[in-house]
């Protein structure tokens, strides 16, 4: 299986900042990556797709970069609702991976 | 805009087998391009992917769970299945069903606990 390791494990932060995840792959993945945003209680909900496709109807803060093992996930201005956790997936081989989430908290 | 709403039951023996549903609404089950997707996630434990199968007929399961998982199309009731055999606690997750149209899971629905207990 492909492992998917994301850092950091847990960021603080206030809103307005500007966070970064990042999230690698134990061997490539070209740029079959998603990210997710979960709150607590809630179903995951696609973020970015393709790496750096942003699923539609999501704010423009977000954005994703990478390709082939290493991949990030940044959220310019981090406004209240932004504050969740996100997963990575790869969907380059079976069976699909996650990461083990990073979860953004309030400062 | 697809929806998708799982249901089962919540509570299962352990070496029993785990049986749940997701009904499918605003959009066909049988839409080319659609895989349906199941994910569980054990409590305060990150998302695990335990199979999809494809309109096109193709399915795939995580080898971890291969040998006690069963995923279904139901066109006549626009929905689809999961079958877990021989649970034990282990298997004690929220489970979601979901939709993928492309390289993301685009579409969940809002999950289930199934506890596995005696």
């Known amino acids: 299986d492909i492992q998917m390791t994301q850092s950091p494990s847990s960021v603080s932060a206030s809103v307005g900042d500007r966070v970064t995840i990042t999230c690698r792959a134990s061997?490539?993945?070209?740029?079959?990556l998603a990210w997710y945003q979960q709150k607590p209680g809630k179903a995951p909900k696609l973020m970015v797709y393709?790496?750096?496709s942003l699923q539609s109807g999501v704010p423009s803060r977000f954005s994703g970069s990478g390709s082939g093992t290493d991949f990030t996930l940044t959220i310019t201005s981090l406004q209240p609702e932004d504050f969740a956790t996100y997963y990575c997936q790869q969907a380059s081989r079976f069976p699909y991976t996650f990461g083990q989430g990073t979860k953004v908290e309030i400062k | 805009q697809v929806q998708l709403q799982e249901s089962g039951p919540a509570l299962v023996k352990p070496s029993q087998t785990l049986s749940l549903t997701c009904a499918v609404s605003g959009g066909s089950i049988s839409s080319r391009g659609y895989c349906w997707n199941w994910i569980r996630q054990p409590a305060g434990k990150p998302l695990e992917w335990i199979g999809r199968?494809?309109?096109?007929?193709?399915?795939n399961y995580n080898p971890s769970l291969k040998s006690r998982v069963t995923i279904s199309l139901d066109t006549s009731k626009n929905q689809f299945s999961l079958t877990l055999n021989s649970v034990t606690a282990a298997d004690t997750a929220v489970y979601y069903c979901?939709?993928?149209?492309?390289?993301?899971?685009?579409?969940w629905g809002q999950g289930t606990l199934v506890t596995v207990s005696s």
């Open positions: 061997q490539g993945i070209s740029g079959w």
């Open positions: 199968i494809c309109t096109s007929g193709t399915s």
């Open positions: 979901s939709a993928q149209t492309g390289s993301g899971i685009d579409h």
């Open positions: 393709a790496a750096s």
